[in-house]
């Protein structure tokens, strides 16, 4: 494909994700009404879903050369989305969100995983239990020493969903682009409140480098 038709694909793209977005800030709100949340109005609330979205969805039209690869991880896109805000606005990552998705990437990778680079199926399912065994004894033992919860089961769950999506050295990088993002958002709200106290949701940040590995992935 030209650059030129790769520009086209992109536009198009991002325009078919803004409208997704709309679907996944929609599905939201539903969603919060369901576990008997109220729906915030900000405009980062109402407007950050469609806006990513669309940035995402530009971004991966223009590097992706096939169609259906480009589909299948637009959608596991419109999934780190609507964690990362449903997390910051409600610090929840809901099960009705998670076990779908896990399944989706659980039936990926056993029908022959598209971007595991060669390596056997089952990497990725061992993958994703040994995440979410990993940031599970984390929590424990931040809540057994801190006397507060550390890691929400939320966390745990994405974690694994990112092992199946991901398969072993890409969920690694995810991680730590995760952390590394929650540290400086962390030393930035320190700052802007000029207190240590409070506490901090992961999952947006761990959503956000699952979304950074999913975009460096090999086509």
Same mark, same amino acid.
């Given at each position: 494909?030209? %650059?030129?038709? *790769?520009?086209?694909?992109?536009?198009?793209?991002?325009?078919?994700?803004?409208?997704?977005?709309?679907?996944?800030?929609?599905?939201?709100?539903?969603?919060?009404?369901?576990?008997?949340?109220?729906?915030?109005?900000?405009?980062?609330?109402?407007?950050?879903? &469609?806006? =990513?979205?669309? @940035?995402?969805?530009?971004?991966?039209? #223009?590097? =992706?050369?096939?169609?259906? /690869?480009?589909?299948?991880? *637009? %959608?596991?896109? #419109?999934?780190? %989305?609507?964690? @990362?805000?449903?997390?910051?606005?409600?610090?929840?990552?809901?099960?009705?969100?998670?076990?779908?998705?896990?399944?989706?990437?659980?039936?990926?990778?056993?029908?022959?995983?598209?971007?595991?680079?060669?390596?056997?199926?089952?990497?990725?399912?061992?993958?994703?239990?040994?995440?979410?065994?990993?940031?599970? #004894?984390?929590? =424990?033992?931040? *809540?057994?020493?801190?006397?507060?919860?550390? /890691?929400?089961?939320?966390?745990?769950?994405?974690? =694994?969903?990112?092992?199946?999506?991901?398969?072993?050295? &890409?969920?690694?990088?995810?991680?730590?682009?995760?952390?590394?993002?929650?540290?400086?958002?962390?030393?930035? %709200? @320190?700052?802007?409140?000029?207190?240590?106290?409070? *506490?901090?949701?992961?999952?947006?940040? #761990?959503?956000?480098?699952?979304? @950074?590995?999913?975009?460096?992935?090999?086509?």
């Amino acid at each position: 494909m030209t %650059v030129h038709g *790769s520009v086209i694909v992109a536009l198009v793209w991002a325009i078919a994700g803004a409208g997704a977005g709309w679907v996944v800030r929609w599905g939201s709100v539903r969603l919060a009404r369901m576990e008997e949340l109220e729906p915030g109005h900000a405009r980062w609330q109402v407007y950050g879903p &469609p806006i =990513l979205s669309a @940035i995402l969805f530009g971004l991966f039209g #223009l590097e =992706l050369s096939s169609l259906s /690869l480009l589909v299948l991880r *637009s %959608v596991f896109v #419109l999934v780190l %989305v609507q964690v @990362i805000f449903f997390d910051l606005e409600h610090r929840l990552i809901l099960d009705r969100v998670m076990f779908p998705s896990m399944a989706v990437a659980l039936l990926l990778s056993l029908s022959g995983d598209p971007w595991f680079s060669g390596q056997d199926r089952w990497h990725g399912i061992a993958t994703g239990l040994a995440a979410g065994l990993l940031f599970l #004894l984390i929590g =424990l033992a931040g *809540s057994a020493i801190f006397k507060a919860e550390a /890691l929400g089961f939320g966390d745990v769950k994405l974690v =694994l969903f990112m092992g199946l999506l991901l398969g072993p050295l &890409p969920t690694v990088q995810a991680i730590f682009y995760g952390v590394f993002l929650a540290g400086v958002a962390a030393v930035v %709200v @320190i700052i802007w409140r000029r207190s240590m106290q409070g *506490s901090l949701a992961y999952g947006p940040y #761990l959503a956000a480098g699952a979304l @950074i590995v999913l975009y460096l992935l090999p086509q």
